[in-house]
């Protein structure tokens, strides 16, 4: 194994390579510490060459790679095992934005860019990338197109699959496939970049993507509907989605007991209403025309809902403030039940997307 670490860090170099246990340790614990793993080495590669020879000398020893980004997954997958043989390969160095092509609608970013930098960069240049999860501000564009991401805008933008328009990925041989293009309209053979979104980096290790970009929402509203239960959840999606069409972008059901939860362990959370409801949707709406027209909207479809009583309550944010506070409440869940500990307790059921702004519905209440 001497041999072999010193292979390693001839191509990454000091700054690129972990040995120490205890330094190790973070990156071979998942992020809500329920599985718990060695690993011989972690490589943290700073190019898609250095990448590439990496992989190309784990090939010629064998030894097993675990491909990993911000490291903020639930299900342990970027977690090595008990063994210590395996090496973590953690592409976190890899945070280029290499362009960002606002007349196309592109950005072409390295598989360690942080999800937040990449929003931001979006909208500096007048443009919106839609995905948006909890861990935006640590998880990484490579980890969230390798499970193929929903985040809280999958309704209107899709998963992270429908976001991807080109990869470039290292291949088990060491071998580098460029499909890095932004053509949209691409007809040219099989779609082999959907081969390796999803794959959780079995087939591949995705190091760029090409991402799709979108015209920057001006307008926003948010509320929480509190409802009896899921099935009440459908109607009130089925009555949205039929009067808002696509300025639908998110819809998240939660229950109680992950309200519960967030309450518990975060105190500057509120509950939303007065008294207890056993489910509860977070909707959003947004549109990029500026105004007061998606607020209306959300207002007139809740209202039609609550005269018929397939939902219980429901309040429209009235600013920026409490529309953030609305997110926090769904944001929190995977944190309380890490703060809970091993659990099993459902979490939200997502159909998506966070934004901001909004006004008071009929009886919604001061946060």
């Given at each position: 194994?001497?041999?072999?670490?010193?292979?390693?860090?001839?191509?990454?170099?000091?700054?690129?390579?972990?040995?120490?246990?205890?330094?190790?340790?973070?990156?071979?614990?998942?992020?809500?510490?329920?599985?718990?793993?060695?690993?011989?080495?972690?490589?943290?590669?700073?190019?898609?060459?250095?990448?590439?020879?990496?992989?190309?000398?784990?090939?010629?020893?064998?030894?097993?790679?675990?491909?990993?980004?911000?490291?903020?997954?639930?299900?342990?997958?970027?977690?090595?095992?008990?063994?210590?043989?395996?090496?973590?390969?953690?592409?976190?160095?890899?945070?280029?934005?290499?362009?960002?092509?606002?007349?196309?609608?592109?950005?072409?970013?390295?598989?360690?860019?942080?999800?937040?930098?990449?929003?931001?960069?979006?909208?500096?240049?007048?443009?919106?990338?839609?995905?948006?999860?909890?861990?935006?501000?640590?998880?990484?564009?490579?980890?969230?197109?390798?499970?193929?991401?929903?985040?809280?805008?999958?309704?209107?933008?899709?998963?992270?699959?429908?976001?991807?328009?080109?990869?470039?990925?290292?291949?088990?041989?060491?071998?580098?496939?460029e499909g890095l293009r932004g053509l949209r309209k691409d007809n040219t053979g099989y779609d082999l970049k959907q081969l390796f979104i999803g794959a959780e980096g079995t087939l591949g290790v995705i190091t760029a993507a090409v991402l799709k970009l979108f015209p920057l929402p001006k307008s926003h509203a948010t509320a929480v509907v509190a409802l009896q239960s899921p099935e009440k959840a459908v109607v009130l999606l089925e009555r949205?989605?039929?009067?808002?069409?696509?300025?639908?972008?998110?819809?998240?059901?939660?229950?109680?007991?992950?309200?519960?939860?967030?309450?518990?362990?975060?105190?500057?959370?509120?509950?939303?209403?007065?008294?207890?409801?056993?489910?509860?949707?977070?909707?959003?709406?947004?549109?990029?025309?500026?105004?007061?027209?998606?607020?209306?909207?959300?207002?007139?479809?809740?209202?039609?809902?609550?005269?018929?009583?397939?939902?219980?309550?429901?309040?429209?944010?009235?600013?920026?403030?409490?529309?953030?506070?609305?997110?926090?409440?769904?944001?929190?869940?995977?944190?309380?039940?890490?703060?809970?500990?091993?659990?099993?307790?459902?979490?939200?059921?997502?159909?998506?997307?966070?934004?901001?702004?909004?006004?008071?519905?009929?009886?919604?209440?001061?946060?």
């Amino acid at each position: 194994m001497g041999s072999f670490i010193e292979e390693i860090r001839a191509i990454v170099g000091p700054a690129g390579l972990i040995t120490s246990p205890i330094e190790i340790a973070p990156y071979a614990t998942d992020w809500r510490k329920r599985y718990l793993g060695k690993a011989a080495a972690v490589v943290r590669p700073a190019s898609t060459a250095e990448v590439a020879e990496v992989v190309r000398v784990c090939a010629g020893s064998r030894t097993v790679i675990v491909p990993q980004g911000g490291n903020t997954g639930l299900c342990g997958a970027a977690t090595p095992d008990a063994s210590g043989t395996q090496i973590v390969l953690n592409l976190s160095r890899m945070n280029r934005i290499r362009e960002v092509d606002a007349r196309n609608s592109t950005m072409t970013a390295e598989a360690g860019c942080v999800l937040a930098n990449l929003q931001r960069a979006a909208e500096e240049a007048g443009r919106f990338f839609p995905l948006s999860l909890a861990a935006e501000g640590s998880c990484e564009i490579g980890g969230n197109l390798s499970t193929n991401a929903g985040g809280t805008a999958v309704l209107r933008y899709g998963n992270a699959r429908e976001l991807a328009l080109g990869l470039e990925v290292v291949l088990p041989s060491g071998e580098v496939w460029e499909g890095l293009r932004g053509l949209r309209k691409d007809n040219t053979g099989y779609d082999l970049k959907q081969l390796f979104i999803g794959a959780e980096g079995t087939l591949g290790v995705i190091t760029a993507a090409v991402l799709k970009l979108f015209p920057l929402p001006k307008s926003h509203a948010t509320a929480v509907v509190a409802l009896q239960s899921p099935e009440k959840a459908v109607v009130l999606l089925e009555r949205v989605l039929e009067a808002c069409g696509e300025r639908l972008t998110g819809f998240e059901l939660l229950s109680d007991s992950c309200l519960s939860l967030v309450l518990k362990h975060f105190r500057d959370t509120a509950a939303p209403f007065p008294r207890r409801f056993p489910h509860y949707v977070l909707m959003e709406l947004s549109d990029t025309q500026s105004g007061g027209g998606v607020r209306a909207l959300a207002e007139s479809v809740l209202e039609a809902s609550l005269e018929e009583k397939s939902v219980l309550d429901a309040a429209v944010a009235q600013n920026e403030t409490q529309a953030q506070a609305f997110w926090k409440l769904r944001e929190f869940i995977s944190e309380a039940q890490a703060h809970e500990g091993p659990n099993t307790r459902a979490l939200p059921i997502s159909f998506r997307r966070r934004t901001r702004n909004s006004h008071a519905l009929m009886r919604a209440r001061a946060w």
